[in-house]
Nanobody
Framework: VQLQASGGGLVQAGGSLRLSCAASMFTLEDWAIGWFRQAPGKEREAVSC????????YYSDSVKGRFTISRDNAEKMGYLQMNSLKPEDTAVYYCEVMFSLHSVVPCSPGQYDYRGQGTLVTVSS
């Protein structure tokens, strides 16, 4: 399984970015997708996760109302739309997948099976 995250970059506070995650597995339909981030000197934290069928989503309190997670199983893609970005959103963002048919999506660091290489998001003030 390979995951390719893209879409990071430098943006001013208040701006938007859309992260994409391309998955290489045969089918993405049985896999939950999670976005996690790690800022310099900080532990990796969960940002947002979506269940295999898309019915269940999780957002951390720090991004709720600003970020939107989505997926396209046919294209084997995951997305994270990030609006109203803040300097504290600066981090390397990783997409991860976990084989899961749970109706409520799990979303904790360390739970997921595979991780991509990360994409850097830098938000300037």
């Amino acid at each position: 399984v390979q995951l390719q995250a893209s879409g990071g970059g430098l943006v001013q506070a208040g701006g938007s970015l859309r992260l994409s995650c391309a998955a290489s597995m045969f089918t993405l339909e049985d896999w939950a997708i999670g976005w996690f981030r790690q800022a310099p000197g900080k532990e990796r934290e969960a940002v947002s996760c979506i269940s295999s069928n898309g019915d269940s989503t999780y957002y951390s309190d720090s991004v709720k109302g600003r970020f939107t997670i989505s997926r396209d199983n046919a294209e084997k893609m995951g997305y994270l739309q990030m609006n109203s970005l803040k300097p504290e959103d600066t981090a390397v963002y990783y997409c991860e997948v976990m084989f899961s048919l749970h109706s409520v999506v799990p979303c904790s660091p360390g739970q997921y099976d595979y991780r991509g290489q990360g994409t850097l998001v830098t938000v300037s003030s």
